[in-house]
C-alpha cells in the first residue's frame, strides 16, 4: 500500500510569490490534514480536510489555504510568501480511526 | 492555549540502557495520545498510540497514560543507536477531528 505522496520535494520561492503543495494520501484515506514544522515553533497544525470539506483550521493568517478534491487529494496554497514561511510542510493522512501517517514533506526556502 | 510539554533534551543513554521520553498536556479532555520518531531531515512516522489509563506495549516500547496526572511516557528497552532520534508526543482532543496538538520534542541520544 503507498504511503502518503507529497510533491514537490523542496522549493524556492522569493518573497511576495506564491506557492502550492499537492498531498496525495493513503488509499482509501478520507481526511488529510496540513502542519508546518520549523526548527523555533515546532510542528503546528494549518487545516483538516475530510470528504472536500474544511473541517479544523489552525492559528494561520488568510494567506494559508487549502482545499481537498473528491479523490481525497489535497492542495494547499500560500500566497504572499515571507521569509518567516521557509518551513517543512508537512501533509498527513488519516483512516477509520485516529492515527496520522505523514508524507516526506516540502521544504520551502523562501528569499 | 491547550498545551503539550516535552524536556527538549538531549536524552544521553549508553546503548542497552532504557530510555524514558516524558510528556505532559493540559487540556483535561484529551482522549488520544501518540508518540512519533523523527530522524534528522525525515519526517514524523507514528510509533505508539494509547488511548486508555495504564501501559501499552509493543516490542522494545510501552507507552504509559496517567490522565488523573495529564502524563503521558514513553520507555524504550534495550536502546539501540538507531533509535536516537527526536521524540514527539502528540495529544487529540474533544472534538478535534484529527487535529494533534504536538509537543516540542525530545532528543534521544543512544551511545554506543
Known amino acids: 500500500k503507498a504511503g502518503v505522496t507529497q510533491t514537490p520535494r523542496y522549493l524556492i520561492k522569493t518573497r511576495g510569490q506564491q506557492v502550492t503543495l499537492s498531498c496525495s494520501p493513503i488509499?482509501?484515506?478520507?481526511?488529510v490534514s496540513w502542519y508546518q514544522q520549523t526548527p523555533g515553533q515546532g510542528l503546528q497544525f494549518l487545516f483538516e480536510y475530510f470528504s472536500e470539506t474544511q473541517r479544523n483550521k489552525g492559528n494561520f493568517p488568510g494567506r494559508f489555504s487549502g482545499r481537498q478534491f473528491s479523490n481525497s487529494r489535497s492542495e494547499m496554497n500560500v500566497s504572499t510568501l515571507e521569509l518567516g514561511d521557509s518551513a517543512l510542510y508537512l501533509c498527513?493522512?488519516?483512516?477509520?480511526?485516529?492515527?496520522?501517517?505523514f508524507g516526506s514533506g516540502t521544504q520551502l526556502s523562501v528569499l | 492555549q491547550k498545551e503539550v510539554e516535552q524536556n527538549s533534551g538531549p536524552l544521553s543513554v549508553p546503548e542497552g540502557a532504557i530510555a524514558s521520553l516524558n510528556c505532559t498536556y493540559s487540556d483535561r479532555g484529551s482522549q488520544s495520545f501518540f508518540w512519533y520518531r523523527q530522524y534528522s531531515g525525515k519526517s514524523p512516522e507514528l510509533i505508539m498510540f494509547i488511548y486508555s489509563n495504564g501501559d501499552k506495549e509493543d516490542g522494545r516500547f510501552t507507552a504509559q497514560l496517567n490522565k488523573a496526572s495529564q502524563y503521558v511516557s514513553l520507555l524504550i528497552r534495550d536502546s539501540q543507536p538507531s533509535d536516537s532520534a527526536t521524540y514527539l508526543c502528540?495529544?487529540?482532543?474533544?472534538?478535534?477531528?484529527?487535529?494533534?496538538?504536538f509537543g516540542g520534542g525530545t532528543r534521544l541520544m543512544v551511545k554506543p
Open positions: 498527513a493522512s488519516t483512516g477509520q480511526g485516529e492515527k496520522l501517517f
Open positions: 502528540a495529544v487529540l482532543g474533544q472534538n478535534a477531528g484529527n487535529m494533534l496538538t
Open positions: 488509499s482509501g484515506h478520507r481526511s
